[in-house]
């Protein structure tokens, strides 16, 4: 480890907006070393998620913000180069809260040993990741669809969207996704199964989710927030589930958020809207992996990563995501 | 009855903001005559309540609109002067959806005989009636409250947060409540036995919620959106619900409905909005009424009926409730 350089993204800037690559500071160091019960990480991949664009803002969210001068914050997986406890080994790969950074020290209880032969290691920040596990208990817990029901979900082609539709095909639902592009919607009906997709970018929203789903909305995902919740709430059927995930279209806002004008439909249509954070899941998430590496293993879920390459490019990775560019799972390359 | 007149408000107009008289014309005609299974009652007293202004909307909601020409819907209380089915007898008094008019002809079975010796006849459209009935599963249904939690309702002068409040106390809970103007924030404290109350309209009620319910809202009932909602949103506890009851401040808005820009905040404290209409609880009235008739008997709960005169004066009597003038349930006393 002499030789090694630990470069860094640290945030420098509040952004107000977009991110722009000066909101962070890219630095280098000595790799930390780590003390007892802890271990050095080789990061190999970085998640890149919609939430961290809250994680740079001040102020009380589901978790503390990301300090000014601190590493920015980001899951990771990578190799264990170094361990100081018994429970983790040279050679292992952990999945973690790792930052934007080419070494991490990480507690070893707070590192998750996976096993590489079973999936390739992007994937274990996908369909097997976060996103998996945002995915099946936002669905499934907060979202509770019944068979024959109608199943919406807004950001389809993403990390976490993809998966829901699956998951929502498997519960025996029809499923109709809303995502920017021709390619998108290909993919999701032709590659992931959806019964259905809408491109925001080319259709009315609204003439074709009254087309798609002529009975009404019973379960919605929601990704992104903005116009196209409005929308579906206008076109909820009664007793509909709508599971608060993400806003990613005003994450980035500069003029405050834009709430949704038609929530009376909650009450018209007796509705409810829920929000829910994947860690309160944790205990659980076990459960989920299970089912979704069995569903992978039948052929019945399919992961899909977009993979960027280089820690000199996180900025500009990150920035693919709320601009839409991303076509599943988006994760950062830093080393083999 | 050959002599009497049947004096009508029927909708000649849809009101576009707040409703003006020339949105209906005030029609005289004969009493109807009751067909089979039907029975003719003199209207005595009406019932005014916010769901009238969606009433007047064009467009699909939980209830057809009224149609222009149409007597304007109105749940009453009346004596039976004629009747066409056994169930009935003339003499009894019933409440059914009367509408706006001196007589009405009801089926036999969508009369509801009360009675009145048991409470005064316009209690019998408060805690009795549907506000009771709206009251009491919304809050314990949709907000389902447990000891110790904070909940807070607006409008909580209103028929509606009135009761709210009251049950929420009798199930161990702390009550805010927001009212507009410092009588009703002294009648719902010091008259109904709630913990604090919040002026809007004097008040910072950002401030005052903080001050009030420190460890955030578990129960929020909302009655009025727009801003209100908002800011309580702002300081919701961790798995609050939200029950959405009605949204008086968006009912009259010619600029659309403001839709609440702190929906989020679901998100970040894992809670839910639920959306209801005390009609699907038809089947468990009974259960309602029963209960709260205890209750009023024991002097738990407080009735308090803010009663005008005169079907004349049914438009400016309406108009009291979108200007926050009416204390306690609003009716028109139309003939002894």
Redesign the interface.
């Known amino acids: 480890m002499t030789d090694a350089i630990n470069h860094q993204w640290r945030l420098a800037a509040r952004p107000v907006g977009l991110p722009k690559t000066s909101d962070w500071s890219f630095t280098s160091e000595a790799p930390p070393v780590p003390g007892p019960g802890q271990v050095l990480v080789r990061v190999l991949y970085l998640s890149l998620d919609p939430a961290m664009r809250g994680w740079m803002n001040e102020g009380?969210?589901?978790v503390p913000p990301v300090g000014i001068g601190e590493v920015m914050r980001a899951l990771g997986v990578g190799r264990v180069v170094a361990s100081n406890d018994p429970s983790i080994a040279v050679g292992d790969h952990v999945v973690g809260l790792m930052g934007a950074q080419d070494y991490a020290v990480l507690a070893a209880k707070e590192a998750t040993r996976i096993e590489p032969s079973l999936a390739p290691l992007p994937t274990w920040l996908g369909v097997l990741g976060m996103p998996g596990m945002t995915a099946y208990f936002g669905l499934l817990d907060v979202g509770q669809p019944k068979p024959g029901e109608t199943v919406v979900v807004s950001g389809a082609a993403g990390a976490v969207g993809g998966l829901v539709g699956q998951i929502a095909k498997l519960k025996g639902c029809r499923v109709i996704g809303i995502a920017g592009g021709a390619d998108k919607c290909r993919y999701v009906v032709e590659d992931l199964g959806f019964d259905g997709a809408i491109d925001y970018k080319a259709e009315d929203v609204r003439k074709s989710l009254r087309a798609l789903a002529p009975k009404g909305v019973d379960v919605y995902f929601d990704n992104v927030?903005g116009d196209i919740l409005?929308t579906v709430l206008a076109q909820l059927a009664r007793g509909a589930r709508i599971a608060?995930?993400?806003?990613i279209s005003?994450y980035n806002s500069t003029e405050?958020?834009?709430?949704?004008?038609?929530?009376?439909?909650?009450?018209?249509?007796?509705?409810?809207?829920?929000?829910?954070?994947v860690f309160?899941y944790a205990a659980r998430y076990a459960e989920a992996a299970r089912d979704i590496a069995v569903w992978i293993a039948e052929g019945k879920v399919k992961a899909k990563e977009d993979v960027a390459v280089g820690l000199e490019n996180f900025p500009a990775t990150l920035l693919k995501l709320f601009k839409g560019e991303n076509f599943g799972k988006l994760v950062l390359k830093l080393a083999d």
Chains 1, 2 share one sequence.
């Not at 608060?244 to 806003?247: E, F, M, Q, S, V």
């Open positions: 009380k969210s589901y927030g409005d608060i995930c993400g806003a005003q405050g958020v834009k709430g949704p004008a038609n929530y009376m439909s909650l009450l018209v249509n007796r509705a409810r809207m829920q929000g829910f954070v309160d």
